[in-house]
Structure formats: structure tokens, C-alpha cells
């Protein structure tokens, strides 16, 4: 072959690479990523149900997978990047009867929970967006949420993946909203379960929050045992901020 030919084709090789490096999005699955993470945060190399409670994790130490503790309680938490439009791919584990979650900037919630099996599953189930709820006087729901369109959830004990594509409310120069946000395309152990969600409020009983173009990626961790690897963000191009 001609060396400038292959200088070419070498070229063009490192382009391809680099693109799919660049696709691969941000990695989040360090604690680096996070503002000030719980001490409880350990990193494994390998996780599974503890075979002498089946509500419990089993760990070894390493630095691939996040996990919420020994006791499977920690701070939820929360990146130090904030993103607007962005598709997240996440993948996670938990025991019997566990729940978690991940909540684009903080306030869209997409239900992580035991739901393996269930026929008709809820807004409150795994992938469900999680309804509007009130803390006080005790924790009540407002509404149902959205349940997914199919239920996708994997038995405890195995690695599950979704995949969300996240679009951000939109705002005038005034501050004010003009579009809601939505997710247009949840995906979960390759089901889809959700198309062009719009969501006219946050979810949970953050549903009276201030919304904003951008916020944070949450990984919830406070309410049950929960593991998760190669947390990745690809962000599209940002809504204009409020000013």
C-alpha cells in the first residue's frame, strides 16, 4: 500500500476511534463524579445478592460498580455537572423487595424497584415515572404517575439496564417556562417503555419545585440496597438558562 494511502486509512481509523469514544458519553461511575459523596459509597468489582439474606448485597472491593454501603442505605447522589437535554444509560442491581431511582436534574424521577413478575405494573413500579406525592401528614400519593408500557424488570439479583433520553423544560429570557420537560424515550433491558413522556411538573414531592434548564444527575441510595456500573451522560445541547 502507498504510504500516503496509509496514512489516509490511519487517519481515518483514528477519526472512527475518537467518535466512538466521544459516543460513549461521561463516565460517572467514580466518586469523583459526585458532589460530596456519603462515606457509606463503596466501589466494587463485582456485586451479587448475599446468598444469607436475600435483601442484602454481597460485594468485593474494587473500582467498577458503585454501591450504597454494606447496610444498603447511603446519601442519594448527586453529579457535580449539571446537563440539560442528555441521554443517560445506566445499569443497576438490587435485591428482593429493594427500591432506588434516577432523577434527571434532580426532579424526574424514573423508579428503580423489585418488580419482577408483576402483570400490571404502577407508576410507583420499575420504570414507571413516579407520581407527585405529598410527605406530610404521611407519605401519600397525588397521582399515578406513568406506569411503563411494559413490565421490563429482571429478578433480583441481575444486572438491568436503562436507557433514558432526557429533553429539558424550556424558558423565555424572562424566566419564564415555555415548554415542559420530557422523557422521549425510556428503554429498560431493551423494552421500551416510555415514548414522549411529557412531564408538566417534577415528580415525587418535589412536584412544587423551581424547575430549571439545567440540573443534575441524581442516583437515589436511601431507600433500599442498590448497586450501579457504567453510569454514562451524553448532553445535547443545552436549553438557554433562565437569567
Known amino acids: 500500500?502507498?504510504?500516503?494511502?496509509?496514512?489516509?486509512?490511519?487517519?481515518?481509523?483514528?477519526?472512527?476511534?475518537?467518535?466512538?469514544?466521544d459516543n460513549d458519553g461521561i463516565d460517572l461511575t467514580n466518586l469523583d463524579a459526585w458532589r460530596k459523596p456519603d462515606k457509606l459509597w463503596l466501589l466494587a468489582d463485582?456485586?451479587?445478592?448475599?446468598t444469607d439474606n436475600p435483601k442484602r448485597l454481597s460485594a468485593t472491593a474494587g473500582k467498577k460498580i458503585l454501591i450504597n454501603g454494606a447496610k444498603g442505605r447511603a446519601r442519594d447522589l448527586l453529579s457535580k455537572r449539571a446537563f440539560g437535554d442528555v441521554e443517560v444509560h445506566v445499569e443497576f442491581l438490587i435485591p428482593k423487595g429493594s427500591n432506588s431511582g434516577v432523577k434527571l436534574q434532580g426532579l424526574y424521577e424514573i423508579q428503580i424497584c423489585d418488580s419482577w413478575g408483576l402483570?400490571?405494573?404502577?407508576?410507583?413500579?420499575?420504570?414507571?415515572?413516579?407520581?407527585?406525592?405529598?410527605?406530610?401528614?404521611?407519605?401519600?400519593?397525588?397521582d399515578k404517575g406513568v406506569p411503563p408500557r411494559v413490565n421490563a424488570c429482571k429478578k433480583p439479583g441481575e444486572w438491568q439496564?436503562?436507557?433514558?433520553?432526557?429533553?429539558?423544560?424550556?424558558f423565555d429570557g424572562d424566566g419564564?417556562?415555555?415548554?415542559?420537560?420530557?422523557?422521549?424515550?425510556?428503554?429498560?433491558n431493551g423494552q421500551l417503555i416510555h415514548d414522549n413522556v411529557e412531564l408538566p411538573t417534577p415528580t415525587g414531592h418535589a412536584w412544587h419545585n423551581q424547575e430549571s434548564a439545567t440540573?443534575?444527575?441524581?442516583?437515589?441510595?436511601?431507600?433500599?440496597?442498590?448497586?450501579?456500573?457504567?453510569?454514562?451522560?451524553?448532553?445535547?445541547?443545552?436549553?438557554?438558562k433562565k437569567e
Open 176 to 188: 419564564k417556562k415555555t415548554a415542559n420537560a420530557r422523557f422521549l424515550k425510556v428503554v429498560l
Open 119 to 142: 402483570k400490571q405494573p404502577k407508576g410507583s413500579d420499575c420504570g414507571g415515572v413516579y407520581p407527585r406525592a405529598e410527605l406530610k401528614p404521611k407519605y401519600h400519593y397525588l
Open 215 to 240: 440540573g443534575p444527575l441524581l442516583l437515589q441510595g436511601d431507600h433500599g440496597p442498590v448497586a450501579f456500573r457504567n453510569v454514562r451522560v451524553r448532553p445535547s445541547s443545552p436549553p438557554p
Open 161 to 170: 439496564t436503562l436507557d433514558i433520553h432526557f429533553q429539558a423544560p424550556r
Open 46 to 50: 463485582s456485586v451479587g445478592v448475599d
Open 1 to 21: 500500500m502507498p504510504l500516503r494511502s496509509f496514512a489516509l486509512l490511519m487517519l481515518f481509523a483514528s477519526s472512527s476511534l475518537a467518535s466512538a469514544a
